[in-house]
C-alpha cells in the first residue's frame, strides 16, 4: 500500500505525561527523544498525532 507518508520526530520527553499520551507515542513508532518514522498519512495516524502534538515535530511529505 503506498501513500502520502508524514515523518514525525519525538521533541519532547514523554516523562511526566499522561499514561494515554505515552502509549499514543509509543503506539506511533517512536522510541525515545529525537525518535523519527514515516507514517502512511491516515485519519487514524492524524488522530494519533493531534492528541500529542505538544510532543511532536511532524512534516508531510
Do not use: A, C, F
Not at 2 to 12: A, E, F, M, W
Request: net charge positive; aromatic share 4%.
Amino acid at each position: 500500500m503506498s501513500g502520502k507518508k508524514i515523518k514525525v520526530t519525538l521533541v519532547k520527553s514523554v516523562i511526566g505525561t499522561k499514561q494515554s499520551h505515552r502509549g499514543t507515542v509509543r503506539g506511533l513508532g517512536l522510541r525515545h527523544l529525537n525518535h523519527s518514522v514515516e507514517l502512511v498519512d491516515t485519519p487514524q495516524v492524524r488522530g494519533m498525532i493531534n492528541k500529542v502534538s505538544y510532543l511532536l515535530k511532524y512534516e508531510g511529505q
